[in-house]
T-cell receptor
Framework: GNSVTQMEGPVTLSEEAFLTINCTYTATGYPSLFWYVQYPGEGLQLLLKATKADDKGSNKGFEATYRKETTSFHLEKGSVQVSDSAVYFCALSGSQGNLIFGKGTKLSVKP | DTGVSQDPRHKITKRGQNVTFRCDPISEHNRLYWYRQTLGQGPEFLTYFQNEAQLEKSRLLSDRFSAERPKGSFSTLEIQRTEQGDSAMYLC????????????FGPGTRLTVT
């Protein structure tokens, strides 16, 4: 069945460091891919999305490219800020329109 | 646009009691989803509605769980005879019928069964 695997956290970085959070997926067909973020005490927010192979989603300095050949959708940011501290979830669209999530990766950015 | 709202935000109940949660989706969204999230895990799909029709239910949704969406607007999720294993965050999301089905989530209802 469809599934998402994310790198395990927590990830701790210093401010202005480069961020990569790995995400790979298993799916039949061509799902849409998403990154959601959950800030402390808040609900899930859509960060970015990509709907087909080679699409690049971007938002707030974060980017991820839909790589069909490697079944990956890694999240990157060139220079993280303390305010980026949160839990990041990779997800794909299931056959019924539901989302299938990874376990999440907690990011802590130190000043 | 007020976003997805859920009520209550927190619920503490004793084992064996029934609980009901409410979700109000974004007004023009046809689809409404329920998920459950336990500590350290990503949300897991429970069920979804397209307008008032419940179209899909996960195996996670035992017979003690029931969801409704009368008139295709708000939805309720009821858990009967709660068990300690039901303790979790219950998330509601909504989306448009068309497009990549990006879903917008509410703040969740945290259930604690004692």
């Amino acid at each position: 069945g469809n599934s998402v695997t994310q790198m395990e956290g927590p990830v701790t970085l210093s401010e202005e460091a480069f961020l990569t959070i790995n995400c790979t997926y298993t799916a039949t067909g061509y799902p849409s891919l998403f990154w959601y973020v959950q800030y402390p005490g808040e609900g899930l927010q859509l960060l970015l999305k990509a709907t087909k192979a080679d699409d690049k989603g971007s938002n707030k300095g974060f980017e991820a490219t839909y790589r069909k050949e490697t079944t990956s959708f890694h999240l990157e940011k060139g220079s993280v800020q303390v305010s980026d501290s949160a839990v990041y979830f990779c997800a794909l669209s299931g056959s019924q329109g539901n989302l299938i999530f990874g376990k999440g990766t907690k990011l802590s950015v130190k000043p | 646009d007020t976003g997805v709202s859920q009520d209550p935000r927190h619920k503490i109940t004793k084992r064996g009691q029934n609980v009901t949660f409410r979700c109000d989706p974004i007004s023009e969204h046809n689809r409404l989803y329920w998920y459950r999230q336990t500590l350290g895990q990503g949300p897991e799909f429970l069920t979804y509605f397209q307008n008032e029709a419940q179209l899909e239910k996960s195996r996670l949704l035992s017979d003690r769980f029931s969801a409704e969406r009368p008139k295709g607007s708000f939805s309720t999720l009821e858990i009967q005879r709660t068990e300690q294993g039901d303790s979790a965050m219950y998330l509601c999301a909504s989306s448009l019928l068309q497009g990549p089905l990006e879903q917008y989530f509410g703040p969740g209802t945290r259930l604690t069964v004692t």
